[in-house]
């Protein structure tokens, strides 16, 4: 029974493209930030996902797939709207959320959600394109464009902003690179 709902999961949304936003500034981590996780977001993702693009104002990782944004101002708003435009179906998962578990994005995508705390991690399509729009016009959030929220634990929630935040994590990141030996 388990294998046939998850040969269901694949079959539905097995063509909607995942998108690594690793684009950011990593100014408060005090270096690229994206270079500590980028492999492990993306083979995580590629276990659920055909294809996998990082999101980023220029190619960061030799032999990955880019999307390259082309907006000068660094807001995930704008990658996202661009990201839309062109591919209509996506899901956008940041490259600092290394502790997200893939049961997590599989029940984010069946349910066409997003995480509850972190919106940046979900399913957005061409029908939020207006909202879209409308945030990069005024706050620049993605808060309330895919009102469809699941909660989602706070531990798999964690951006690493700071090196201190992986440093107070560490213990829960080095368990969960264990249960999915990945050293």
Known sequence: MKKTQNSKLKTQNYFI????????KSSRFGEDKANCFYKLQYN??????KNVYFVAKYKKFKNYPFFIE???????????????KKYKKVFVLSVDTPFIKEKSLKKLLKQKAVAKNNPLIGYYDYTMLKKIKKSTLTNLKIFGINKKELKIHKKELININKKE????????FIRQRRKRNIY
């Open 165 to 172: 935040d992986l440093k107070a994590n560490f213990p829960y």
């Open 17 to 24: 493209p995942c998108f690594i936003l690793a684009g950011g």
């Open 44 to 49: 995580k993702c590629k276990k659920i996902f």
């Open 70 to 84: 082309k907006f000068l101002v660094y807001a995930p708003v704008f990658a996202l709207e661009e990201i839309i």
